[in-house]
């Protein structure tokens, strides 16, 4: 997810945190609140303070929806960077027959959606893979679990597309599905690691002409 649209969302999120006192769900509010700080400082680093201010909210509000700190960031990987993740790839996925065109399509959208500052934050699924999986079981489950629904997801479009006659006969689709999640995955860290936009997408452009390969 990966950061589709993990850019854009970003922005959204920024966007749409209410201001103290507005009449929005403060469940929503904390998500949005406790996402962006975990966004821009990883989960260990992300202050329940911080998540207050931006919230608008008090302590017992955090506390009467979750249970503590480790509950709010299960909450925020389940209904926040599961979403941003499912909801880009699924959009293209059903938007298009070819699944090699909705993949290209979703590469496009990351590269039109990548800045300097995103690029450099990096995506928010492996980076609280790295951050959290050594550490908490609970976290290594539900990460583990985004990338093996990710991993599903393709994999199901190109057997489709392999039905349809739009994808080689030849193709494993769970092998392919797998190396698009590493790749994608591989670009994000290798650019976020030398801060380069212009790695990105050049990584990115390699892997949407690595994907004319499996056409039929």
Not at 190 to 209: D, F, H, I, P, V
Request: aromatic share 6%; glycine share 6%; net charge neutral.
């Amino acid at each position: 997810m990966h950061a589709l649209i993990r850019n854009s969302r970003s922005r959204a999120v920024s966007e749409s945190i209410p201001a103290r006192g507005a009449g929005t769900d403060m469940r929503e509010s904390l998500l949005n609140a406790a996402f962006e700080e975990i966004l821009r400082s990883g989960f260990q680093a992300a202050g329940l303070s911080a998540v207050l201010r931006r919230a608008g909210a008090t302590k017992g509000a955090l506390y009467h929806h979750f249970e503590n700190k480790d509950a709010l960031g299960l909450a925020v990987i389940d209904e926040r960077v599961r979403e941003e993740v499912f909801d880009a790839w699924l959009r293209e996925l059903e938007a298009h027959r070819d699944p090699v065109d909705a993949l290209q399509a979703g590469l496009a959208a990351l590269c039109d959606a990548a800045t300097e500052v995103t690029v450099s934050r990096g995506c928010t699924l492996e980076n609280l893979s790295t951050e959290m999986s050594p550490v908490s079981e609970a976290f290594r489950e539900r990460i583990q679990g985004i990338y093996r629904d990710w991993r599903a997801l393709v994999r199901r479009a190109l057997e489709r597309g392999i039905k349809r006659g739009y994808v080689a006969a030849d193709v494993s689709p769970a092998d392919e599905a797998m190396m698009f999640v590493v790749a994608l995955q591989g670009c994000t860290v290798l650019a976020k690691n030398e801060r380069s936009l212009e790695t990105y997408r050049a990584c990115l452009g390699k892997l949407a002409g690595r994907l004319d390969a499996l056409r039929a």
